[in-house]
C-alpha cells in the first residue's frame, strides 16, 4: 500500500469513529408509522403527491433503503414495503433504539419548538441515543405562548424576555428563528425601538383576539426576536434556505442577512446558518467575511443522499473550518438521525480522502478538521 493511500484509509477509519454532536436537530417520532405517515415524513412537501409518485424514489428513499435496512436486520436495497414491514415488526422503540444508539452522536442539541407532541422528549432522546440532550429554545414559539396567554401590548415585551430568560436558565444552550419562514429575510436590519414593538405587539394581539392558534408573522415583532437572541449572548441558530413548503425559498438566502450580521456583529453572539441549501456557497462567503458567522449543510445531506459528497466538498471551499458544524436537522423519523451522521461520515471522509491521497492535505490536518466540524467547533460555540 502506498503511503496515500494508508493515510486515506486511516482518516476513514478515524472519521467512522468520531462522535459527533448534532448542533441542530428535532427529536424522533415517539409512535408507529404508517406508509402514508412514512412517506410525509421524508419530503419537506406538504402536498399531496402527485399520481405515481413515491418519495423512496428519491435520493433519501434510496439512501434509507441502503443504509437502514442494515441497521434493522435487513439486507440493504430492500423494497419500501419489506423495510416498512420490518419496522413495523420491531415497533417504534426498537426502530428508534437501533437507529439512533448506532449513529454515534454523543450530544443532541434539539429544536423543541415544532410539534413536539408526537416526538420523544430530551430525557427520551438521550436515553435511546445513549448520549446527551440539550435544548435550543425557539424564539417564535416563546413569543406565541406569552401571546396565548393574552398579555397587554405594553407588557409583551417584557413578558416575553421574562420568559424566554427563564427557559435559557434553565439549561437551554442557544436560541432558534425561523424568522425565514415567517417573513423571509428581507427585515429591517435596525433593532427595533420599544414603541413600535408595542405597537405591533397591539396589532398582533387584536388580531388573535385571545384566540389559541397563534402564529408570529409581524415583521417588527420578528426583528425584536431576533434582537432578543443577540442579546441572550447565547449561540442563536437561523434557518436558512432549503425547508418545508412554509418557506419562500427566495427569501431565505442568507444575503439578505448582510446589514444584520453587520449591526450585531460588535455583540460578538454567534449566528449559526442553519442547513443553507442551495446557499451554502453564500454561507460560506458570510462565515468567511463575518467572524460571528458559522454554519451547516444540515438536513440536505440527507436530501441528496449519494450527492453528499459534491455538497460536503462545496461546503469546504471558503468557510473557514473553524466556522462549519455538522447538524442533520432530522424531525421524525429516525432514520434521518442515522442517515444525517452516516451520509456525513461517507462524505467528509471520501471528500478529505481523495485530497489526502493526492498529497493535498496531511493527514494531521484533515484528522483536525475531521474533528472540528464533528464536535470541536459545537463544543466551544455552546460551551458544552
Ligand atoms: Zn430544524
Redesign the pocket.
Known sequence: MKGGDRDRRAFEEAVGALSLVDH???GAFRGPLDRTKFERSITESDRALAPGVTPFDSQLGFAILRWCAPALGLSPHVSPEEYLARRTELGPEETNRRLLGSSGVSHYLV?TG?AAEELLDLRAMATLSGGQAREIVRLESVAEEVARAGPSADAFAKTFLDRLHARLEAGAVGT?SVAAYRHGFELDPARPEPGEVTRAASAWLTAIGGGQRVRLTDPTLLRFMLWSGIDARLPMQL?VGF?DSDLHLARANPLLLTDFIRQSEPSRTPILL??CYPFHREAGYLAHIYPNVFFDVG?AVNYVGAQSKQLVAESLEVGPFGKQLYSS?A?GPAELHHLGTLLWRRAFSAVVGEWIEAGDWSLTNALRVASLVARQNAERLYAL
Open positions: 441542530h436537530v428535532h429544536d415544532f432558534k434557518h425547508g442553519l442547513h438536513v436537522d424531525w
